[in-house]
């Protein structure tokens, strides 16, 4: 009694001291975060175990150097002497049986580690459907395993997606049961040959849009279904963008998701999409569920709950934020900080008929793009652009299932959660989503995109400013030329006395226009 009562007194920090933490997919873009976090904010934590396997020809210790030389630790290297120290790679695969650890590294996890995380998974939407079981189903059931075998484990956060059971309109936060039972659907498919999964795929994914969502929907049913004894909690994410605050402000390292898309918008190469300007875009800053992460582990070891709690870690149940809402502030925001190196003036054009959607495609992307290409042929470059407009138009159509629906996520556990923990807790672990201003935040985005995606330098900004503004004559000079054909059309079309009706209408459209982003 004594023992629960003194574990329910413990502050994060506290909690996590002397204690060492197993992490899956530690080098993807939530997982450094993840591991940043715990090292600066848990400075006695014992020590991180994470798992990685060798990848294009670099060998595990190369890639623990790699990490450790990232530019998110810089500020807790210089805090904390030696804390990188505390890091450990053990070799493994999370597709192998028992994840191909050795003996040597099984015994060390066993014996030493008292929390697990888990965020390795495939995010590729077009994902093969026994890959992606692989991954994102048969990995965590291997971890699982593991789990029961660790003498001193109290938690285990499992990371799905806020995007599973998408035949619901709302959500809330619990594990829905599936019409097939996982298991003997692992099974089938294990006896399958791969083509003829190939064909069945879409039966079986039903009205999932993708091999994704389906999967990290079967991971939560077959991780409640045999969890046993093991304390597992598991966070459900949205669209996972930027960092709000930590471990840097606007913080991002690749193009997955929204962030390839605000880049493609800032650049001026992308700006027709197949998006409902009305609906709610349920973003969320990756600080967000990685502080949430930490708080449910702390909070799953101190009360032990009965039941596998769920926490739904996404922003349009508390603080909703529309499409329409979300291109204003990137436009603007990109008009504030531009790039230097743009093909265009930054603006984006939403449609969801799609008519309209594929005429103004081939206006703006197509056409251009094979323009360009005939310029660098007959100056004898490598031509590239209709290939880089079809890779990003078909990046993007994965996408578009996404912002022409909307799903209602229920987020009342992380709220309960934040009234367990103390004020100190709630300042150094935040994840309120309610506190997000979205123009503020949306500044922050585009500067990191602009710094840590395309590598535009702060001391850039003047010559972008300078670039903005020639795009933005070269658009008017376009812009008066159209409409002055257009004039000139109807002047000899029309009988003189339509004149002045003609000439305020276009005198109304043309002042728009020269308003309009």
């Known amino acids: 009694m004594s023992e629960n009562t003194n574990m329910e007194q413990l502050s994060i920090p506290e909690f996590y001291k002397g204690r060492s933490v197993f992490i899956t997919g530690a080098t993807g873009f939530m997982g450094k975060v993840l591991v940043e976090k715990l090292l600066r904010s848990c400075p006695d934590i014992e020590r991180i175990y994470l798992l990685m396997r060798p990848s294009k020809g670099q060998s595990v210790e190369c890639r623990l150097q790699d990490l450790i030389n990232n530019q998110i630790f810089d500020a807790v290297r210089k805090e904390q002497l030696n804390v990188m120290a505390k890091l450990t790679a053990v070799t493994g695969d999370v597709t192998l049986p028992g994840f191909g650890l050795s003996v040597s590294d099984m015994h060390l996890l066993i014996e030493n580690v008292s929390i697990v995380f888990n965020s390795a998974a495939t995010i590729k939407f077009n994902e093969e459907l026994k890959d992606a079981i692989e991954m994102n189903v048969k990995g965590p059931m291997q971890l699982l395993n593991i789990c029961r075998q660790m003498k001193r484990l109290e938690a285990f956060v499992h990371v799905s997606t806020a995007f599973n059971n998408l035949d619901r309109e709302e959500m809330k936060e619990q594990v829905y049961r599936s019409k097939v039972d996982p298991v003997k659907l692992i099974q089938l498919l294990d006896c399958l040959d791969d083509n003829v999964v190939k064909k069945i795929a879409p039966e079986l994914i039903g009205n999932c849009p993708n091999t994704y969502t389906y999967t990290k929907a079967l991971a939560e049913q077959l991780l409640e279904e045999q969890c046993g004894n093991v304390p597992l909690a598991i966070v459900r994410p949205s669209i996972v963008t930027a960092a709000l605050k930590e471990p840097i402000p606007g913080w991002v390292d690749n193009y997955n998701g929204a962030t390839g898309t605000i880049a493609a918008v800032g650049k001026g190469f992308f700006r027709i999409m197949k998006i409902n300007a009305e609906l709610v875009s349920d973003i969320i800053p990756v600080d967000y569920p990685i502080n949430l992460m930490i708080a449910a582990a702390w909070h799953l070891a101190i009360r032990r709950p009965n039941e596998v709690p769920v926490y739904s870690c996404t922003t349009g149940h508390r603080n909703p934020l529309t499409w329409g809402g979300l291109k204003r502030f990137t436009v603007d925001s990109w008009l504030k900080y531009p790039t230097k190196d743009m093909m265009w003036y930054p603006s984006a054009f939403y449609t969801i008929n799609d008519v309209w959607f594929k005429a103004n495609q081939a206006l703006f992307h197509t056409i251009p793009a094979h323009l360009f290409d005939m310029f660098y042929t007959l100056t004898g470059k490598r031509s590239r652009w209709v290939r880089m407009y079809a890779k990003a138009t078909l990046a993007f159509s994965s996408l578009e299932f996404f912002t022409t629906h909307q799903w209602r996520f229920i987020s009342n556990n992380p709220i309960r959660l934040l ?45 972008a400013r300078r670039n903005l503004n020639r795009l933005y004559m070269a658009r008017m000079f376009l812009r008066l030329l159209f409409f002055f054909s257009v004039f000139t059309v109807l002047l000899r079309t029309f009988k003189p006395f339509l004149l002045p009706a003609i000439c305020l209408q276009t005198a109304i459209f043309l002042l728009a226009e020269f308003l309009s982003v």
């Open 419 to 463: 009234e367990e923990m103390s004020n100190q807790d709630k300042k150094t672990f935040y994840f309120d989503v309610r506190e997000i201003d979205w123009k503020s935040y949306f500044e922050t985005y585009i500067q990191g995109a602009r710094r840590y995606v395309l590598k535009d330098d702060h001391s850039t900004l003047p010559l």
